[in-house]
């Protein structure tokens, strides 16, 4: 009885821990994925003020 105990908390104590390993890998992807957005609405302002300088995109160029 003691051994099942014990083996079901030592389960337990490791699903925990993997559970928390993942919810902070996921919390990184999260930071990552909203860099990127912001990096990618950049560009795009970016492009959107070079080409509206320019009176727009040269496409035969």
């Given at each position: ?25 996921v ?35």
């Amino acid at each position: 009885m003691v051994d099942s105990v014990s083996g079901l908390a030592t389960l337990a104590t490791r699903m925990s821990v993997q559970q928390t390993a993942l919810d902070a890998n996921v919390a990184v992807l999260n930071k990552i994925q909203d860099q990127q957005e912001a990096e990618g609405e950049a560009v795009v302002k970016l492009i959107e003020s070079t080409s509206a300088a320019k009176g727009g995109i040269d496409v035969y160029a």
